[in-house]
């Protein structure tokens, strides 16, 4: 069916890897630029019956609509940062230090919640400030009216910039595979296929050796990643990862992690220091956790394949 030929692709897309800055400095540099952009845009085109109201220090009231919106840009900011830490740290990971730029990278889908969400929340307080600064009772239908102007105003850029942000490695990631290897190796090789077994009899998957990205350990089952077909699978297996990795030695398959097995031919980057080193996988949004004493080891690997 047409439908699902466009799903997969779109679904790569909306889950596609960007960068994104949850460090307070990158919400600070947000919340300026939001404040500047906004006040700039009032003050110069004076939309929505600005320019015929006769106010006293009207640049100032307009000022104060992009102080609102940059501080409603940095606070949303935070938010979801520190949402996006307490999500690591139930996952076992290590979270962040608050002094440290954290160069963390999120899909299109969070990406366009999160401008989103500033709309939201920059209409309604816009609307209350509005309100005080302007001595107007607070009602619904003008807060119906404030979210719409604001809506309207909005959709614009959020669409642009959510079109527009590429899914690029950041420029501190320390390997980049090229985008083309993979599509080469794949080309090149055999393709090498393999019957998995779980404990269980009727536990079997077959599974070609490209289309395996990695396995989880998931107390007395392994929850294996891969794809199927263009789409991006997740099957259940009960075996220990332990015996997973005996049925997978014919693989370029390595333990990184104590409860994860990776296919490192089909990582796509990783990121992070040593001490708190992830891989990626294309159509993945979560990452792969890598062990301090394996970092090196998984790094060196990295490299030969590129």
């Not at 609307?127 to 607070?138: G, H, K």
């Not at 105003?153 to 669409?159: A, D, E, F, N, R």
């Not at 990582?267 to 062990?291: D, I, N, T, Y």
Request: glycine fraction near 8%; aromatic fraction near 10%; hydrophobic fraction near 45%.
């Amino acid at each position: 069916m047409p439908f699902l030929n466009l799903a997969s692709p779109l679904a790569s897309w909306w889950n596609a890897s960007i960068p994104f800055d949850l460090s307070r400095r990158g919400g600070l540099r947000l919340g300026i630029l939001a404040a500047v952009a906004v006040f700039a845009f009032l003050a110069l085109y004076q939309p929505f019956g600005t320019y015929e109201a006769q106010l006293e220090n009207k640049l100032w009231i307009l000022a104060g609509y992009g102080v609102v919106s940059g501080v409603v840009v940095f606070s949303v900011h935070r938010i979801m940062a520190r949402w996006r830490r307490l999500g690591e740290t139930r996952e076992g990971g290590r979270g962040e230090s608050s002094r440290e730029k954290l160069d963390d990278r999120w899909t299109r889908g969070r990406y366009l919640g999160f401008l989103v969400t500033v709309l939201l929340v920059a209409a309604l307080s816009n609307y209350a400030y509005s309100c005080w600064a302007l001595d107007r009772p607070f009602q619904l239908a003008g807060l119906r009216h404030f979210l719409g102007l604001t809506l309207l105003v909005g959709i614009i850029p959020v669409t642009l910039l959510t079109l527009l942000r590429r899914a690029v490695p950041l420029q501190t990631t320390p390997v980049r595979l090229e985008a083309g290897r993979e599509g080469a190796a794949e080309a090149q090789a055999s393709v090498r296929e393999l019957l998995l077994e779980g404990e269980n009899r009727s536990e079997r998957l077959r599974l070609r050796q490209e289309d395996f990205l990695f396995a989880q350990a998931a107390e007395n089952y392994c929850e294996l990643v891969f794809w199927r077909q263009g789409m991006l699978r997740r099957r259940l297996l009960r075996l220990p990862l332990r015996r997973l990795e005996e049925q997978l030695e014919e693989w370029e398959v390595v333990r990184c992690h104590r409860s994860y097995l990776v296919n490192l031919s089909r990582v796509e980057r990783s990121s992070g220091p040593a001490s708190a080193r992830k891989l990626w996988f294309s159509g993945v949004e979560e990452p792969v956790p890598v062990a301090r004493r394996r970092a090196e080891e998984i790094q060196q690997r990295l490299g030969e394949l590129v």
